[in-house]
């Protein structure tokens, strides 16, 4: 028997407008979470068993790995970073993006920090599931 997660969505404003994304509150039971909460807003409190960023592109990456927190996705992955929750990166970059001097360099300081990523020459949702705990 597999196991069955209960998923939130959080997506960047830019994959928000994502067609494929409309339905996601029917086919998860729980809002599409894209923007930062307004002031008088309450926070979004989750409380995951484990994290998948799929897919994991080169902005979110690179602004992830140095610490910028500009939207509500990026912003919660900085706050899991120092968690002991599991962090699973699905890699969809551009070989000439991959190529860019600062990108190893910001994969290495995720790594380190305990995320697991995929192979960033193709992308697989079965390569990121199967590195959930």
């Given at each position: 028997?597999?196991?069955?997660?209960?998923?939130?969505?959080?997506?960047?404003?830019?994959?928000?407008?994502?067609?494929?994304l409309?339905?996601?509150a029917?086919r998860?039971?729980?809002?599409?979470?894209?923007?930062?909460?307004?002031?008088d807003?309450?926070?979004?409190?989750?409380?995951?068993?484990?994290?998948?960023?799929?897919?994991?592109t080169?902005?979110?990456?690179?602004?992830?790995?140095?610490?910028?927190?500009?939207?509500?996705?990026?912003?919660?992955?900085?706050?899991y970073?120092?968690?002991?929750?599991?962090?699973?990166?699905?890699?969809?970059?551009?070989?000439?993006?991959?190529?860019?001097?600062?990108?190893?360099?910001?994969?290495?300081?995720l790594?380190?920090?305990g995320v697991?990523?995929?192979?960033?020459?193709a992308?697989?949702?079965?390569?990121?599931?199967?590195?959930?705990?």
């Amino acid at each position: 028997m597999g196991r069955r997660w209960q998923i939130t969505v959080l997506a960047t404003p830019t994959a928000a407008s994502w067609p494929f994304l409309g339905d996601v509150a029917e086919r998860t039971g729980r809002p599409l979470l894209h923007r930062m909460p307004l002031p008088d807003e309450p926070w979004p409190e989750l409380t995951p068993d484990a994290i998948l960023v799929a897919p994991a592109t080169f902005n979110t990456l690179n602004k992830w790995a140095t610490g910028v927190n500009d939207n509500l996705a990026v912003g919660l992955l900085n706050e899991y970073l120092s968690s002991d929750i599991p962090i699973v990166a699905a890699v969809h970059v551009k070989p000439e993006l991959a190529a860019h001097p600062a990108f190893a360099g910001n994969l290495a300081v995720l790594r380190s920090a305990g995320v697991r990523l995929t192979d960033s020459r193709a992308f697989s949702w079965e390569a990121a599931v199967g590195l959930l705990p």
